[in-house]
């Protein structure tokens, strides 16, 4: 892997794969020649075929559920929307560093000297898609209002922090807190990611449910169409205020299925793709000619969530076994160790303040055995319906995971499912554990709000994503996820959000197994137009600066 995050061909962390997995690399050669195929039956045609100004790009989910950026918590969907809208500020395209956030719909900002009121300067003349006219200070204050509406808002509880917005006038907004912040933690919600995009009043008001279908941003490029299961499209924003884009148009393909995905791309069909996210897979596609392969940042970080709502998931002894049944090494070495990372704690590697001297329930069946057998299980047990979802990043491990625990005794049924219904199914509760990818804020705060804070819990009103039900039905760490939230001294900060990781992997509502990091694929022609490092968007961002090469 180079320095850019680029694998390359002659990487040093190649290995000979073991006879464990002859099976597994013949099946994977196959699809290598499948691949190989389709290049040769093209013929050149991946330069031929290119459509001039609109990319393409080849996702790998089955649909959308809809892209109104505070009700967009699925991957596909913040895919979608990352074009279309602005904030009041924004990450530096490529890079997703704290220190790093610019100005965007804002100009400018300052911050009262108690640390309590925020004002914002708006850009004049910025226009919403299809003539719903000038953005204004009520737009943002409608928006930032809808984001912290669990009625209306996936994301909710990250506007707690708001004790009052209003629009000083028609260019100023002003935010007032309720306890002083660190900086990083009031523009972490303000950025042009989730809740923090700007959407238009006059057309979340008019078009009602429709909204999530028919999107009006500021962004770069203006939603046109969508057909369900196939594809949406978009034009470029003549108007976007920081220049019309390069591109005439964007072309998001719904391509599930990954080698009809890695066919399409070589046949000239598609411009860029998601990649498989496995190591043989990357080596593969670096042999083929006019390929470039992206493996970015931040990583999705893959934690099986146990429902502490179904027994007897809500004994501590079965948690703990269950983990020490997990082997996070085979899972790593079958998936890709250049495209994982390992992790033990509650916040991934990498996130400030993420502890890894923690115990880490390495793989131990005897251990495993000893457990199950104090628990009342000592021939085994059934965890019953668990949902997972049809793509590759995060079936493949769950499947990993069922065979290791089907080694001793321990079964499930696993039920596949598209990845909008899975979304659907696990926020309703039917799934006794849950395998799921996540990055967020590069700091603690949102992850662990997000998945370990009481008022998270899914099937409430402020619910997010705390699938294990953690907080309600153990004592959990609400006060430190609060207290560290409003320390201004940063050291106390890390200090509580190191204690809060401890006690999660004392009570184990979860079990981490690995970071995943992003491989995206793209044509020789594609130039994005900035240094791709990192994306909180979990995908590429196409934006004015983004063009076809001729």
Do not use: C
Request: net charge negative; aromatic share 8%; glycine share 8%.
């Amino acid at each position: 892997m180079d320095s850019r995050g680029r694998v390359t061909s002659d990487d040093p962390g190649r290995r000979e794969p073991d006879g464990q997995e002859e099976l597994s690399i013949v099946r994977h050669r196959m699809v290598a020649l499948l691949m190989t195929l389709a290049l040769v039956m093209a013929g050149g045609a991946m330069v031929a075929q290119a459509q001039g100004e609109v990319l393409r790009y080849g996702m790998s989910h089955a649909d959308t559920g809809g892209m109104d950026p505070h009700l967009a918590p699925a991957t596909n969907d913040k895919t979608l929307v990352d074009p279309l809208f602005n904030g009041l500020v924004r990450f530096q395209p490529g890079n997703m560093n704290p220190a790093l956030i610019q100005p965007d719909l804002a100009e400018r900002w300052s911050v009262s000297a108690d640390g309590l009121v925020w004002t914002f300067h708006l850009r004049q003349g910025v226009q919403f898609h299809h003539g719903y006219g000038e953005l204004t200070a009520e737009d943002v204050v409608f928006s930032l209002t809808k984001a912290g509406d669990p009625e209306r808002s996936a994301f909710s509880i990250d506007y707690r922090i708001f004790a009052k917005m209003e629009a000083a006038d028609r260019y100023t907004v002003v935010l007032t807190l309720h306890d002083p912040l660190p900086e990083v933690q009031v523009l972490a919600v303000l950025t042009d990611y989730q809740g923090g995009m700007i959407v238009s009043k006059a057309a979340v008001e008019g078009l009602g449910q429709d909204f999530r279908t028919n999107p009006i941003g500021t962004g770069p490029f203006k939603f046109e169409s969508y057909v369900p299961r196939q594809y949406v499209s978009m034009s470029r924003n003549e108007a976007y205020f920081r220049g019309a884009p390069e591109l005439t148009g964007l072309i998001y393909r719904f391509m599930p299925e990954s080698r009809s995905r890695q066919a399409a791309f070589l046949a000239g069909e598609l411009d860029m793709i998601e990649g498989l996210r496995e190591q043989w897979w990357i080596e593969e596609v670096m042999r083929q000619p006019g390929v470039h392969v992206d493996v970015v940042g931040p990583g999705e970080m893959r934690t099986l969530h146990f429902n502490l709502n179904r027994p007897p998931l809500d004994d501590l002894r079965v948690r703990q076994a269950l983990a020490y049944l997990i082997d996070r090494d085979e899972i790593r070495l079958i998936v890709g160790e250049n495209v994982t990372l390992s992790a033990v704690s509650a916040v991934p590697p990498g996130y400030m303040a993420s502890l890894q001297d923690l115990e880490p329930y390495d793989h131990d069946p005897v251990k495993a055995q000893q457990l199950l057998t104090e628990a009342g299980f000592p021939d085994g047990l059934d965890l019953g319906r668990v949902v997972v979802t049809e793509r590759d990043a995060l079936r493949v491990p769950m499947e990993i995971v069922q065979e290791q625990l089907d080694r001793a005794g321990v079964r499930m049924e696993m039920q596949v499912v598209d990845h909008s219904t899975f979304h659907e199914q696990i926020r309703e509760d039917l799934s006794a554990m849950v395998m799921y990818g996540a990055a967020r804020f590069p700091t603690p705060d949102q992850y662990l709000t997000q998945f370990y804070h009481s008022l998270a819990v899914i099937q409430t009103p402020t619910a997010v994503t705390n699938f294990s039900h953690y907080g309600a039905l153990l004592p959990g760490v609400d006060h430190l996820i609060d207290g560290a939230r409003t320390e201004l001294d940063t050291a106390k900060q890390v200090a509580m959000w190191e204690e809060a990781q401890r006690q999660i992997n004392v009570d184990l509502p979860t079990y981490p197994i690995y970071v995943l990091m992003l491989v995206f694929v793209r044509s020789d022609r594609v130039e994005l137009g900035y240094d791709f490092e990192s994306t909180l968007a979990l995908a590429p961002q196409f934006n004015e600066l983004t063009m076809l090469l001729d």
